[in-house]
């Protein structure tokens, strides 16, 4: 080969290489790139179960905030500064119920995971959020509101604290009854407010601040923004005279069911509780010395769907019954209720001494396997 030959691939090969590198450098960008969406996604799936064990129960399985705490799903919150995020979840906010999380502010969060926190919030799917929940079974119990009538109300008007009373209860039903019951009398979630106790134990000021500013650390929020200073007081009022009330003047709201009837949803659930509730329980949910019956009536008609759920997702602390809530998801627990509530039209007003289901504590060896 000539020199001149040489050139000529020499420019070639130049030429090539001249179109070659940027497309190159093109395609390390892209697999950079790809290599940080990535690690982004994989954040953000870190994130929404971080978000589904420690924020969901004030902030919402979507974001979308539960009673008087602030909804995070919203444009404001997902444009506020990294640095104002990482901060307000490392610190939390004084004196309200947010609490700070970073383990440096004596929380229980790293900083990885509050970085996969913010990447949720800013980039994430609240609706992908929303299924990791639920394949966590941790979503919140659902809060009620109850509808009080305006005839209600003007009965409830002529007693003599009335003008108190009428006031504050639709302020307490849209706000309050979901987390104290409907009457006050308290849930799983929340202590009673009814309680004769309460009101002896604490004067009006000091339930004033209680709800003003919530209790710190507890689902409990402070209401000094979301609520007139008025309407405050009537509460106030409104725990004082609780036992002034006409029994069945507050209606008891109607829980949506849970149970299905659906034979698949069934058959799901009893499978469940072959797997994982019959070795305490009984085959038949007869009770063994390990588990108390559920296939009884006493207990069956006096247990609404979202009680049983929250036992068999929260268990049962203290005793041997364990908390399923993190084990099985949404849909599973709903079959389980399903599964025990079949049972009610057949199941024994009493529980019945258990033979032969093999199991332990079935009465003397003799009288097992009959
Ligand atoms: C016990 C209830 C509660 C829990 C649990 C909770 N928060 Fe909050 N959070 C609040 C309240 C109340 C506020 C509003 C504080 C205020 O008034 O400024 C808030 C505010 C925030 C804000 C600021 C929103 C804004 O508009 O400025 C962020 C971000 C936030 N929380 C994230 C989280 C994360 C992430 C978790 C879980 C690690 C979490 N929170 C757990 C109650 C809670
Ligand atoms: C998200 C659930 C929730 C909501 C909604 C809620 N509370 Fe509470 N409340 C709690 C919890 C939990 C506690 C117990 C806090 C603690 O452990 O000290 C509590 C405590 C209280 C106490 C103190 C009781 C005592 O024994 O000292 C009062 C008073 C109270 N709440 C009033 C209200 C009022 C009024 C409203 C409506 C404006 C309201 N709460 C809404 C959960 C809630
Ligand atoms: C290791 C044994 C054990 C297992 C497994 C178990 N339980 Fe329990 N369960 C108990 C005990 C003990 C209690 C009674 C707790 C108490 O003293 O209140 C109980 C209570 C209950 C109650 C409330 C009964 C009542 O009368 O208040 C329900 C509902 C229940 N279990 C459902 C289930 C379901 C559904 C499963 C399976 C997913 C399950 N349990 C698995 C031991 C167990």
Redesign the pocket.
């Known amino acids: 080969m000539t020199l001149r030959h040489w050139s000529i691939i020499g420019i070639i090969a130049t030429a090539i290489l001249a179109v070659m590198l940027p497309m190159y450098a093109l395609a390390e960008a892209e697999r950079m790139d790809s290599a940080q969406a990535q690690l982004l996604q994989e954040s953000i799936a870190q994130g929404e179960i ?2 589904a064990e ?2 969901v ?3 919402g399985v979507s974001g979308e905030g539960i009673s ?3 909804s ?1 799903n919203n444009d ?2 997902r444009q ?1 500064d990294y640095t104002d ?1 990482v901060k ?2 490392e610190r939390g ?1 004084y004196g ?4 700070a ?1 970073a383990v440096a502010e004596g929380g229980v ?1 790293n900083k990885m995971q509050i970085d996969q ?1 913010v990447a949720v ?1 800013q980039h994430g799917d609240w609706a992908n959020t929303a299924a990791t929940v639920d394949k966590l079974g941790l979503a919140p119990p659902t809060v009620i509101t109850v509808e009080i009538s305006d005839e209600t109300l003007a009965e409830l008007a002529a007693l003599p604290h009335g003008e108190v009373i009428s006031a504050a209860l639709p302020v307490f039903a849209a706000n309050c009854a979901g987390c104290h019951g409907a009457q006050g009398e308290g849930t799983a979630i929340a202590p009673a407010l009814n309680d004769p106790a309460l009101r002896d134990k604490r004067t009006d000021a000091e339930l004033n601040r209680t709800i003003t500013n919530g209790v710190a650390g ?2 409990m ?1 402070g209401w000094a ?1 979301a609520l007139p200073a008025v309407d405050i007081n009537n509460l106030v009022g409104l725990i004082r005279y609780f036992d002034e009330i006409p029994a069945g003047a507050i209606p008891q709201p109607e829980l949506p069911p849970i149970a299905s009837t659906n034979a698949e949803v069934i058959a799901a659930g009893a499978n469940l509780f072959n797997i994982a509730c019959a070795q305490c329980h009984g085959t038949e949910g007869q009770g063994t010395q390990m588990a108390p019956a559920l296939n009884v009536q006493s207990f069956l008609t006096q247990t609404n769907d979202q009680a049983i759920k929250a036992i068999i997702s929260k268990g049962v602390p203290n005793t041997r019954m364990p908390a399923w809530g993190g084990r099985l998801n949404d849909s599973q627990l709903n079959a389980l209720v399903s599964f025990l509530r079949s049972w009610e039209p057949t199941a024994p007003a009493v529980a019945q001494p258990s033979v032969g289901t093999g199991g332990q504590g079935l009465g003397p060896p003799w009288l097992r396997g009959q």
């Open positions: 971080t978000y420690n924020c129960i004030c902030h008087a705490y602030p995070l404001g919150v506020m995020l307000v979840i906010r309200t119920a947010m609490a999380w969060l926190l919030i507890t689902l929020a923004n």
